[in-house]
């Protein structure tokens, strides 16, 4: 089993300090609490860089805009005022994160796979097409919500690493009733956020530029 360095293929990389925008969805902080033991192997790992712990997240969508563009920064109200609107009769369901495991590239919770994610990044794509116009989805939106915990920074062998998460994730497995069920997230909010790529520490960390409660 190898580990790849993720930010060798990471689509486009980018250089601008004020950041690019996205839209994520949030865990709430004891998603923090319970990957505590797992960020802890992370940071020592040599093959991979372990995320802060305030900037975990689920992607949603990649904008193609700057956080320094002042136009699409006055439009980001209405983009909240649409995706509100667009999910008015939403019943937020609960994405199921299943346990951590390593990648090819990374270290990350899957949720299940569910329609409801897709009903959301569809949704949120189109209203930040009819919001900020058809450029919005120049980036495909993310056909399964994943928590990425670290980024591969070396190719290198990575059964080590895989074993000291199943170590982890069988201690885990003694407190649940399914094994395969982690962590339960809302799906009840969109954040605009601005997300600085971080080449040299091998992160991607973020600044909330407002979140939109559906309900």
């Not at 136009?71 to 199921?96: D, S, T, V, Y």
């Not at 120049?138 to 170590?167: C, E, M, N, W």
Request: proline share 6%.
């Amino acid at each position: 089993e190898k580990m790849r360095d993720f930010f060798a293929k990471a689509p486009e990389n980018w250089d601008n300090p004020s950041g690019q925008l996205h839209i994520y969805a949030l865990p709430e902080r004891n998603f923090t609490h319970l990957v505590a033991p797992y960020l802890q192997v992370l940071t020592e790992s040599s093959i991979c860089a372990v995320q802060p712990r305030d900037s975990l997240h689920a992607t949603v969508q990649r904008l193609p805009y700057f956080a320094d563009d002042g136009e699409i920064r006055k439009k980001i109200p209405l983009l909240g005022q649409a995706i509100r609107r667009h999910f008015a009769q939403w019943r937020c369901p609960n994405l199921e994160f299943q346990l951590p495991e390593v990648t090819e590239d990374s270290v990350l919770c899957y949720s299940r796979p569910t329609t409801a994610w897709n009903h959301f990044v569809e949704g949120v794509r189109q209203c930040a097409i009819d919001v900020l116009g058809d450029e919005a989805a120049h980036f495909s939106g993310v056909p399964r919500a994943h928590l990425t915990l670290a980024y591969g920074i070396a190719d290198a062998d990575s059964r080590d690493l895989v074993d000291q998460i199943d170590k982890i994730n069988t201690v885990e497995y003694r407190h649940r009733s399914s094994q395969s069920l982690f962590y339960t997230m809302a799906l009840d909010h969109a954040a605009v956020v601005t997300v600085h790529q971080n080449h040299q520490e091998g992160t991607y960390t973020f600044e909330p530029l407002a979140v939109f409660y559906l309900k």
